[in-house]
């Protein structure tokens, strides 16, 4: 089993939609959860960060954290054709400070 | 400005060539990561560096060799013995390894190509 788990999509949106995008993890010692957006040939950019459960507000992007679960999710609202790009989750903490553990990425297309 | 600078952009590789790629941050960050990034596959972690003069490897780091003479400078060579190199390299940074300050800043990456 994957340390983190991410459905790579591709994922298909009309613009305004409401997206949600997660991630499930196995060891329930990661404390520090991160989103980053990655547009093609580019290097990822750090979106959200939480170290705890619950949400994270930026904009038009929220973060939640279930860490009983193991569930993790990132959700966008009024989704813009910029925001067109694969979505990493990553994952930090137990032994293992700042060595991050990522998902697969998944491709998300918002179409006019 | 500060960040990460990786240089080149492109590489192309003959089979049996080592080859190096450059990775600097001016953000004043001890660490710093090399990750291999291929399709569907989510990036993995080649090798890591707390320190100056002292890396780790990750979880891939077979066929690679780093080192960290600098605070700024995190080279990565490919070597040969790297079976299917082509894929597309990113280096990061944080600003230390050990605290609980996790994030980690990316570069631009380098695309390296076997011909």
């Known amino acids: 089993q994957k340390e983190v788990e991410q459905d790579p999509g591709p994922l298909s949106v009309p613009e305004g939609a409401i997206v949600s995008l997660n991630c499930t993890y196995s060891?329930?010692?990661?404390?520090?959860f991160m989103w980053y957006r990655q547009y093609s040939r580019k290097g990822p950019e750090l979106l959200m960060y939480t170290y705890s459960s619950g949400n994270k507000e930026d904009g038009r992007f929220t973060a939640q954290v279930d860490k009983s679960s193991k569930y993790i999710s990132l959700f966008i609202r009024d989704s813009q054709p910029s925001d067109s790009a694969t979505y990493l989750c990553a994952i930090a903490g137990g032994t293992s400070y700042g060595k991050l553990t990522f998902g697969q990425g998944t491709i998300l297309t918002v179409h006019p | 400005d500060g960040g990460i600078t990786q240089s080149p952009k492109y590489l192309f590789r003959k089979e049996g060539q080592n080859v190096t790629l450059s990775c600097e941050q001016n953000l004043n960050h001890d660490a710093m990561y090399w990750y291999r990034q291929d399709p569907g596959q989510g990036l993995r972690l080649i090798y890591y560096?707390?320190?100056?003069?002292?890396?780790q490897k990750g979880d891939i780091a077979e066929g690679y060799s780093v080192s960290r003479e600098k605070k700024e400078s995190f080279p990565l060579t490919v070597t040969s013995a790297q079976k299917n190199p082509t894929a597309f390299y990113l280096c990061?940074?944080?600003?230390?390894?050990?605290?609980?300050?996790?994030?980690?800043?990316f570069g631009q990456g380098t695309r390296l190509t076997v011909v």
């Open positions: 560096s707390q320190i100056v003069n002292d890396f």
């Open positions: 990061a940074s944080s600003i230390d390894h050990a605290r609980k300050n996790t994030e980690a800043f």
């Open positions: 060891n329930s010692a990661f404390q520090y």
